[in-house]
């Protein structure tokens, strides 16, 4: 399957602090999608991106599709508490598969 | 609307022994996908079913299988259960378009 490289890791902010993670692979999607998985939870979709060079809104998520569709990012203003968890992206090709980057664990200290 | 709903949610199995999960998509989503999580590997994709066939299939042994009913339920199976089995089993389901894919709260399987 194709590889995405998602960064980083793993992070840990100060509430109230702005996070910035980024996925990138080898090969062109479609569509990326972004989601967060609480623990012992299906994740939860949080923003889709259908454009290259698309920049979307959810609140305090702003994601963007990369010009050369190989690339995506999600970042997330003034972080709270409720933020902690995995964040994955995912990229979805022209036939309809669905690849998923390794995750970013989120942990917000109060 | 309802979301995707799997079940069961937990299941603990002996080694050899074989499973069934059950997924129902929402409503008017006809395109079921199967995904395994497990801490080393991450989600890796199983099988999609969309009216009843498998579109897409996964690198996974023939172990794993599945099918998709008119009414666009999913079931998946695997036999022969291995401890390496273990893992939390995911459905997503998504409109013919397959654009956005919205998942269940997965079914937690524990072989022992």
């Known amino acids: 399957g194709q590889q995405l490289n998602q960064s980083p890791q793993s992070m840990f902010i100060q509430e109230g602090e702005d996070v910035s993670m980024n996925c990138t692979s080898s090969s062109i999607f479609n569509t990326w999608l972004w989601y967060k998985q609480d623990p012992g939870e299906g994740p939860v979709l949080l923003i889709a991106l259908y454009k290259a060079g698309e920049l979307t809104s959810n609140g305090r998520l702003t994601a963007q599709f990369g010009i050369t569709r190989k690339d995506s990012f999600l970042n997330i203003s003034a972080s709270i508490p409720s933020d902690v968890g995995i964040y994955f992206c995912?990229?979805?090709?022209?036939?309809?598969?669905?690849?998923f980057g390794t995750g970013t664990r989120l942990t917000v200290i109060p | 609307k309802a979301g995707v709903t799997q079940t069961p949610r937990y299941l603990i199995k002996t080694r050899g022994q074989q499973v069934t999960l059950s997924c129902s998509p929402i409503?008017?989503?006809?395109?079921v996908s199967w995904y395994q999580q497990t801490p080393g590997q991450g989600l890796q994709f199983l099988f999609e079913?969309?009216?009843?066939?498998?579109?897409n299939k996964g690198n996974f042994p023939g172990r794993f299988s599945g099918r998709q009913f008119s009414n666009s339920r999913s079931e998946m199976n695997v036999s022969t259960l291995e401890l390496g089995d273990s893992a939390l089993y995911l459905c997503?389901?998504?409109?013919?378009?397959?654009?956005?894919?919205?998942f269940g709260q997965g079914t937690r399987l524990t072989v022992v």
């Open positions: 409503s008017g989503h006809r395109s």
């Open positions: 995912a990229g979805l090709t022209g036939a309809n598969n669905l690849f």
């Open positions: 997503a389901s998504s409109l013919p378009a397959n654009t956005e894919a919205f």
């Open positions: 079913y969309f009216s009843e066939t498998q579109r």
